[in-house]
């Protein structure tokens, strides 16, 4: 099974932003959802933002709405995380996957397939 790959983590003072890449397969980029998850310290893993193959369908945990932005380059297998205004709480190992659905935006980490390592966010000051 090919694996998507996250990359642009790093450490940011509580207020700064970040962006986020997921490398996706074609075949999954094209078809599928394509969601953001992390899992902090001592957590489960939990729903961050999702996105449909044709962007019209985008989801966002509550936590993250009105600071947190997906979206897809259709030019390229790629699906960023554009992340403002971070709280330490946002500090966790952020993943992308490909979901089995292709026009509903799952929360459930049952329903994606594909995750990658990961890229650390740490929010600290």
């Known amino acids: 099974q090919v694996h998507m790959e996250e990359s642009g983590g790093g450490l940011v003072q509580p207020g700064g932003s970040l962006r986020l890449s997921c490398a996706a397969p074609?075949?999954?980029?094209?078809?599928?959802?394509i969601s953001w998850f992390r899992r902090g310290p001592r957590k489960e893993r939990e729903f961050v933002a999702g996105?449909?193959?044709?962007?019209?369908?985008?989801k966002y945990a509550d936590s993250v709405k009105g600071r947190f932005t997906i979206s897809r380059d259709n030019t390229q297998p790629i699906v960023y995380l554009q992340m403002n205004n971070l709280k330490p709480e946002d500090s966790a190992v952020y993943f992308c996957?490909?979901?089995?659905?292709?026009?509903?935006?799952?929360?459930?980490?049952?329903?994606?397939?594909?995750w990658g390592q990961g890229t650390q966010v740490t929010v600290s000051s």
């Open positions: 074609e075949d999954s980029f094209s078809t599928y959802v």
């Open positions: 996957a490909s979901s089995r659905f292709s026009g509903y935006v799952s929360f459930d980490t049952d329903d994606y397939s594909g």
């Open positions: 996105i449909s193959r044709t962007e019209v369908i985008t």
